[in-house]
């Protein structure tokens, strides 16, 4: 169970990391936060490039840093835009999360704390790729 205290560290950190988010263009800048099955907290910004296809998502940021620091699991996340509100993130991120997290994962959202298997329902894993190799 996630503590209050747990989800306002979260949330401090998904907008303190939002305020270094790199969004010239679009002016929409996002934060996101997760935090570890190891008690760590993990953040990413958006980075946005001129050629506008290939910027990169906040939560893309976020998974690169769960792997750069050791991996794990994900058990709570916050995701927020440059006003502090929560943020659904996009369904590439939602993908992106439900990997690196658990169907459990709790995740806030703009209709309250969800899991990764409500956000994201019949998802696709790994385990889809063990279970339909040929043989």
């Known amino acids: 169970m996630i503590t209050d205290a747990q989800w306002e560290q979260l949330q401090r950190a998904a907008e303190d990391i939002m305020a270094k988010a790199y969004a010239p263009y679009s002016r929409f800048k996002v934060g996101?936060?997760?935090l570890m099955d190891d008690g760590r907290i993990v953040v990413g910004c958006n980075v946005e490039n001129a050629a506008y296809g290939i910027g990169l998502c906040?939560?893309?940021g976020m998974v690169s840093a769960i792997h750069a620091s050791g991996g794990g699991k994900l058990v709570a996340i916050t995701c927020v835009d440059q006003h502090g509100n929560s943020?659904?993130?996009c369904g590439r991120c939602r993908q992106l999360l439900w990997e690196n997290g658990?169907?459990?994962t709790q995740i806030t959202t703009p209709e309250g704390t969800l899991t990764l298997k409500d956000i994201l329902p019949q998802?696709?894993?790994p385990e889809d790729l063990e279970t339909r190799k040929e043989l």
Do not use: R, S, T, W
Request: net charge negative; hydrophobic share 45%.
């Open 32 to 34: 996101v936060a997760g």
């Open 58 to 60: 906040a939560e893309c």
């Open 87 to 89: 943020l659904m993130p």
């Open 102 to 104: 658990k169907p459990d």
């Open 123 to 125: 998802a696709f894993g």
